[in-house]
């Protein structure tokens, strides 16, 4: 199985995933989801992968499950509720940096196996995990700002799909400008960095045009606590 199968595959999956915690636990399960997906797409997003013709980094579907999220949160719950959302994920991605970094630092056991994967999957450089967190709340809050925005321009649900791929597509832009100037800027020459940049952003475009429907059929949901 090739890996544009396999990803859309993974893609669905994901998208389940976060509609079944949201049948089940309504907004809370939103706010665990987000917080948990920020956590796992910066772990993901190690791996590289070739799928379309183009390098990219795995990450990318879990992590636009979370503007899904906040934007279910922001259609059914209101602008506040969305932006805390956004600390939360915040909040946990920072915590994680930080609790895993010191991990780092224990000297490991004669018969220890992890560390060397640990270094892999976390001992990411400062510019990386500032580029990261810089990204998630900009973007994040940018996504919550423009959406509400959209809401008013385009109250009737006959234009969801607006509110929907207009401030995700748009957030995810400016989440991909501002974690690659902030950790790649100046360490390739431009149009390398470029190349990263077009890439990045262009598998972030399909997975937030993928999340469409789901959008829908979240909206269809009772609206639970």
Known sequence: MNNEIIWLIFA?????????VYRIFGRTGLFVWIGMATVVANIQVVKTIEIFG???????????????????????YGKKEAGKAVWLGFSS?????????????????????????????????????????????????????LYAGLKKKFADDKYLWIRNNGSTMISQLLDTAVFCFIA????????????????????????????????????KFPRAE
């Open 54 to 76: 183009l390098q990219a980094t795995l990450g990318n579907i879990v992590y636009g499950t979370a503007f899904l999220a906040t934007d279910i949160l922001n259609e059914k």
């Open 184 to 219: 790649f800027y100046g360490v390739y020459p431009f149009d390398i960095w470029l190349e990263i940049f077009l890439t990045t952003y262009i598998i972030k475009f399909i997975v937030s045009a993928l999340d469409t429907p789901f959008f829908y059929l979240a909206k």
């Open 12 to 20: 669905l999956i994901n998208f389940i995933l976060l509609l079944g």
């Open 93 to 145: 991605l920072l915590a994680m940096t930080i609790i895993m970094q010191g991990a780092l630092l224990f000297t490991p056991g004669s018969n220890d196996i992890a560390q060397p994967a640990l270094e892999t999957l976390f001992g990411i450089v400062p510019r990386v995990a500032a580029g990261s967190l810089a990204a998630y709340l900009v973007s994040q809050y940018f996504d919550v700002w």
